[in-house]
Nanobody, 120 residues
């Protein structure tokens, strides 16, 4: 089993920045692909960003391209989501996920979520 834990949520004004941190542990069999989804009230959970197990490939939702950046701590299973120039529509619960496949398509292990609120 793989455990996923997020931290770093909070409140920020529009145009501000936040950084989310996620750590995966347990039976990861080395590095594992990781990423983030988010869910706003009344909306479906949506993909935000992901990083491959070798950190060579990153994917972003169109809505966050150019504003959010995902990175990994070396060869560790700790990833960061740097969110810049934030907008009120970024308000959501952000969930970290880990996957043995493509995160966007097959998110397997989930964290408990962390609230991000952006005020106008």
């Amino acid at each position: 089993q793989v455990q996923v834990v997020e931290s770093g949520g909070g409140s920020v004004q529009a145009g501000g920045s936040l950084r989310l941190i996620c750590a995966a542990s347990g039976r990861t069999d080395g590095t594992i692909a990781m990423g983030w989804f988010r869910q706003s009230p009344g909306k479906e959970r949506e993909f935000v960003a992901s990083i491959s197990k070798n950190s060579r490939d990153m994917e972003y939702a169109d809505s966050v391209k150019g504003r959010f950046n995902i990175s990994r701590d070396g060869a560790m299973n700790t990833v960061f989501l740097q969110m810049n120039n934030m907008r009120p529509e970024d308000t959501a619960v952000y969930y970290c996920t880990a996957s043995r496949g493509i995160v966007r398509l097959i998110p397997e292990y989930w964290g408990q979520g962390t609230q991000v609120t952006v005020s106008s």
